[in-house]
C-alpha cells in the first residue's frame, strides 16, 4: 500500500505547464544509455544526433533536451586518438584518465517559451564529485524554470549502501538505505546494486577527442590559461588547460543554432584531497531527520523500478528516432539497434524468473502531454481488483507504484487538464472504496474523514485543488453514493464549475471509471 506521502508527491508532481524540467534520473539513464551503445556496437549511430534536436514539438521538451545532451556527450565523438594539438593537451586528458577523485561543476543553459513572443532562460547547475570507490556527492544548486529549485545536497556511500539527502532550505534530512537499490548492467541485462558512477570523468575524455587547435594563452577568471578549440558540425567544443599543473580547468561546448545552447563544466579538480566530511553522512546538527529503508517497497518492486528505468530511457530514445512515436512492442528496439535481443529479454523478464516471459507493457506516451502522468510502460497485469497495485514508468523518468484502477483511467485518451483531474479524482476514488471496505460498504460522508493510514490531510486537499493550484480552493466535488445506487451511473466526484465549459466536465463513477460528461441537462439528472 503507498503512504499518504507517496501519494501527496505524486499529486503534487502534476504540473500545469508543459515545459517543464524532467528529472535527473532521465539524463543519467540516458548517458548508460548511450554509453551501451557506444560499447556495444550498435547501429545506433552519430548520423542520427542531428535529427534528434530538429524534431518541432519533442524538442521544446526538457525531456528531449536531457536526452540530446547525452546523445551529444556519447555518441558524436569518434572513436579515434587525441590529436596531438600540444604536449599540454595530451597530458592533461592524461590525467583525466587516470583520476581517482574529482570534482567539477555542471552548468546546462537553454531557452524556454516564457509567452508568444519572449523567451526565458534556465540555468540548470549542479556540482560533483567523488572518490573512488565508493563516495559521491552531488549538489543541485538553486535555479528556476519555470519554478524556483532550491538546493538539495545527496552523500551516497556505495560500500556502506547509504544515501543521505540535505535540503537546508528546509532544513531536513533523509538517510536512505541502499541495500535495495538496483541498477541494470547494459551488457548483460543483469540485475546488480548500484555503484559509483564516474561517467562524467568518461565524458570530459570523450569531449577530448577529435582534433583540436591550440589558441594560445587566454586569461579565464584572472589566471592565464592555454585554450584549445574544436568545431564541428555546428558544435564549438573549448577546453582549458592550466600550464603550470597541465590540468584541465573548464569545458565548454556551444551550440549557437541549437537549444540547449551551452553545456559548462567548470571548477575542474583532479586528483586533490576531498576531506572525508564531505561525505558524511551526519546530518547537520539541528536538521530534522528522516530515516528510509526500502519506502515501503518489497525488494521485487524495487527490482522492478530498476529494469523500467533501463527500458524508459531507451524507449525515449525510439521515439526521438520515430516522430515521437513510442515502440508498439519491446522488439522495436532492437530493430532499431538501440538494445541487443538477449539483453531485452534478460530485462523483461521477472527478477524471479530471469528466462521468463516478459512482465512488462509499452504504452504509446503522448509526449506533449504533462511528463509526470504520461505513462510510458507498466508493470503487466491480468485481472485487477481494488487492491491490486503495479509499478509504472513515467515520461519523466521517475517511477511509482499506483492502483491498477488508476493506471486504466489515465491510460485513456484525455485532453491534458482532463487528465490531470481524472487523476486526481481516481486516486480520491480510490481512497473512498478503501474506506468502504473497512466501514461495512459504506463511503465517507466527506473526504476528510479519509485522513489517517493512507490519506492525510494535506493529501486531501492537493487532490481536490486544481492542477497546478496546489494551495487553491477545490476544483473537485465529491458526492457519497447511496448504497443502493448503480455503480455504473452514480457520480461519486466532477470537475466544479461556474459555467458549463464547453469541453465538458469530467465525472469519476462509483465502479471507479471516468468520462467527459458534455450535456449539462444529462449532468444534472445523472448527480439528482
Given at each position: 500500500?503507498?503512504?499518504?506521502?507517496d501519494?501527496?508527491r505524486l499529486?503534487?508532481?502534476?504540473?500545469i505547464?508543459?515545459?517543464?524540467?524532467?528529472k535527473d534520473?532521465?539524463?543519467?539513464?540516458a548517458?548508460?544509455?548511450?554509453?551501451?551503445?557506444?560499447?556495444?556496437g550498435s547501429?545506433y549511430?552519430?548520423q542520427?544526433?542531428?535529427?534528434i534536436?530538429?524534431?518541432?514539438?519533442?524538442?521544446?521538451?526538457?525531456?528531449?533536451?536531457?536526452?540530446?545532451?547525452?546523445?551529444?556527450?556519447?555518441?558524436?565523438?569518434?572513436?579515434?586518438?587525441?590529436?596531438?594539438?600540444?604536449t599540454?593537451?595530451?597530458a592533461?586528458?592524461?590525467r583525466?584518465?587516470?583520476?581517482?577523485?574529482?570534482?567539477?561543476?555542471?552548468?546546462?543553459?537553454m531557452t524556454?517559451?516564457?509567452s508568444?513572443?519572449?523567451?526565458?532562460?534556465?540555468?540548470?547547475k549542479?556540482?560533483l564529485?567523488?572518490?573512488?570507490p565508493?563516495l559521491?556527492?552531488v549538489v543541485t544548486?538553486?535555479?528556476?524554470?519555470p519554478?524556483e529549485?532550491?538546493?538539495?545536497?545527496?552523500?551516497?556511500?556505495?560500500?556502506?549502501r547509504?544515501?543521505?539527502i540535505?535540503?537546508?532550505?528546509e532544513?531536513?534530512?533523509?538517510l536512505?538505505?541502499?541495500?535495495f537499490?538496483?541498477s541494470?548492467?547494459?551488457?548483460?541485462?543483469?540485475?546488480k546494486?548500484?555503484?559509483?558512477?564516474?561517467?562524467i570523468?568518461?565524458?570530459?575524455?570523450?569531449?577530448?577527442?577529435?582534433?583540436?587547435?591550440?589558441?594560445?594563452?587566454?586569461e579565464?577568471?584572472?589566471?592565464?590559461?592555454?585554450?584549445?578549440q574544436s568545431?564541428k558540425?555546428?558544435?564549438?567544443?573549448?577546453?582549458w588547460?592550466?600550464?603550470?599543473?597541465n590540468l584541465?580547468?573548464?569545458?565548454?561546448?556551444?551550440?549557437p543554432?541549437?537549444?540547449?545552447?551551452?553545456?559548462?563544466?567548470t571548477?575542474?579538480?583532479?586528483d586533490?584531497?576531498?576531506?572525508d566530511?564531505?561525505?558524511?553522512?551526519?546530518?547537520?546538527?539541528?536538521?530534522?531527520?528522516?530515516?528510509?529503508?526500502?519506502d515501503g517497497?518489497?525488494?521485487?518492486?524495487?527490482?522492478l523500478?530498476?529494469?523500467?528505468k533501463?527500458?524508459?530511457?531507451?524507449?525515449?530514445?525510439?521515439?526521438?528516432?520515430?516522430?515521437?512515436q513510442?515502440?508498439?512492442?519491446?522488439?522495436?528496439?532492437?530493430?532499431?539497434?538501440i538494445?541487443?535481443?538477449d539483453?531485452?529479454?534478460?530485462?523483461?523478464?521477472s527478477?524471479?524468473e530471469?528466462?521468463?516471459?516478459?512482465?512488462?507493457?509499452?504504452?504509446?506516451a503522448?509526449?506533449?502531454?504533462?511528463?509526470?502522468i504520461?505513462?510510458?510502460?507498466?508493470?503487466v497485469?491480468?485481472?485487477?481488483?481494488?487492491?491490486?497495485?503495479?509499478v509504472?514508468?513515467?515520461?519523466d523518468?521517475?517511477?511509482?507504484?499506483?492502483?491498477?484502477?488508476?493506471?486504466?483511467q489515465?491510460?485513456k485518451?484525455?485532453?491534458?487538464?482532463?487528465?490531470?483531474?481524472?487523476?486526481?479524482?481516481?486516486y480520491?476514488?480510490?481512497?473512498?472504496?478503501h474506506?468502504?471496505?473497512e466501514?461495512?460498504?459504506?463511503?465517507?460522508?466527506?473526504l476528510?474523514?479519509l485522513?489517517?493510514?493512507?490519506?492525510?490531510?494535506?493529501?486531501i486537499?492537493?487532490?481536490?485543488?486544481?492542477?497546478?493550484?496546489?494551495d487553491?480552493?477545490a476544483?473537485?466535488?465529491?458526492?457519497?453514493?447511496?448504497?443502493?445506487?448503480d455503480?455504473?451511473?452514480?457520480?461519486?466526484?466532477?470537475?466544479?464549475?461556474?459555467?458549463?465549459?464547453?469541453?465538458?466536465i469530467?465525472?469519476c463513477?462509483?465502479?471507479?471509471?471516468?468520462e467527459?460528461?458534455?450535456?449539462q441537462n444529462?449532468?444534472?439528472?445523472?448527480?439528482?
Amino acid at each position: 500500500m503507498k503512504s499518504s506521502k507517496d501519494i501527496e508527491r505524486l499529486a503534487k508532481n502534476i504540473r500545469i505547464k508543459k515545459n517543464t524540467v524532467s528529472k535527473d534520473s532521465i539524463l543519467a539513464g540516458a548517458q548508460a544509455a548511450l554509453k551501451e551503445l557506444k560499447e556495444t556496437g550498435s547501429t545506433y549511430s552519430k548520423q542520427n544526433v542531428g535529427k534528434i534536436i530538429m524534431k518541432s514539438k519533442i524538442a521544446k521538451l526538457a525531456v528531449a533536451a536531457v536526452i540530446f545532451i547525452a546523445v551529444m556527450f556519447l555518441i558524436n565523438y569518434p572513436d579515434t586518438s587525441i590529436d596531438g594539438a600540444s604536449t599540454a593537451f595530451a597530458a592533461a586528458i592524461d590525467r583525466i584518465i587516470h583520476a581517482r577523485t574529482f570534482s567539477c561543476t555542471t552548468i546546462l543553459e537553454m531557452t524556454y517559451p516564457d509567452s508568444e513572443i519572449i523567451e526565458g532562460k534556465y540555468l540548470f547547475k549542479q556540482q560533483l564529485m567523488f572518490k573512488e570507490p565508493d563516495l559521491e556527492r552531488v549538489v543541485t544548486l538553486p535555479s528556476k524554470w519555470p519554478k524556483e529549485n532550491i538546493e538539495e545536497i545527496t552523500i551516497t556511500d556505495y560500500s556502506n549502501r547509504q544515501e543521505l539527502i540535505i535540503r537546508s532550505a528546509e532544513k531536513t534530512a533523509t538517510l536512505r538505505d541502499m541495500n535495495f537499490s538496483y541498477s541494470i548492467d547494459a551488457k548483460t541485462g543483469e540485475l546488480k546494486l548500484t555503484e559509483l558512477d564516474t561517467s562524467i570523468r568518461d565524458q570530459l575524455i570523450e569531449m577530448s577527442l577529435g582534433i583540436f587547435d591550440d589558441m594560445g594563452h587566454v586569461e579565464l577568471d584572472g589566471q592565464s590559461v592555454l585554450m584549445f578549440q574544436s568545431e564541428k558540425n555546428g558544435r564549438i567544443t573549448t577546453v582549458w588547460i592550466d600550464p603550470a599543473t597541465n590540468l584541465p580547468v573548464q569545458f565548454e561546448q556551444k551550440w549557437p543554432d541549437n537549444n540547449p545552447s551551452l553545456i559548462l563544466y567548470t571548477s575542474i579538480q583532479i586528483d586533490t584531497e576531498l576531506d572525508d566530511e564531505l561525505f558524511s553522512l551526519e546530518p547537520p546538527e539541528g536538521y530534522d531527520l528522516k530515516i528510509i529503508d526500502a519506502d515501503g517497497w518489497t525488494d521485487y518492486r524495487k527490482k522492478l523500478v530498476a529494469k523500467i528505468k533501463h527500458l524508459g530511457v531507451r524507449c525515449l530514445l525510439y521515439a526521438h528516432e520515430n516522430n515521437n512515436q513510442f515502440p508498439s512492442k519491446f522488439e522495436d528496439l532492437v530493430t532499431s539497434g538501440i538494445i541487443a535481443g538477449d539483453v531485452l529479454n534478460k530485462v523483461l523478464a521477472s527478477p524471479d524468473e530471469p528466462n521468463g516471459p516478459p512482465i512488462f507493457q509499452c504504452q504509446q506516451a503522448d509526449i506533449s502531454g504533462d511528463p509526470s502522468i504520461e505513462v510510458m510502460l507498466n508493470e503487466v497485469y491480468e485481472e485487477s481488483s481494488i487492491d491490486d497495485q503495479v509499478v509504472v514508468g513515467f515520461l519523466d523518468g521517475h517511477s511509482e507504484l499506483i492502483p491498477v484502477k488508476v493506471l486504466e483511467q489515465i491510460l485513456k485518451p484525455w485532453p491534458d487538464y482532463k487528465k490531470k483531474l481524472v487523476f486526481k479524482m481516481s486516486y480520491l476514488h480510490w481512497g473512498c472504496v478503501h474506506f468502504s471496505k473497512e466501514h461495512d460498504g459504506e463511503y465517507p460522508m466527506e473526504l476528510a474523514d479519509l485522513a489517517g493510514g493512507e490519506f492525510s490531510e494535506d493529501t486531501i486537499k492537493l487532490l481536490q485543488a486544481a492542477p497546478g493550484q496546489p494551495d487553491g480552493p477545490a476544483a473537485i466535488q465529491y458526492i457519497p453514493p447511496r448504497a443502493d445506487t448503480d455503480t455504473s451511473t452514480a457520480v461519486v466526484f466532477f470537475e466544479i464549475y461556474d459555467e458549463w465549459p464547453d469541453d465538458g466536465i469530467i465525472a469519476c463513477f462509483a465502479d471507479g471509471h471516468c468520462e467527459v460528461v458534455t450535456d449539462q441537462n444529462h449532468f444534472e439528472e445523472l448527480i439528482k
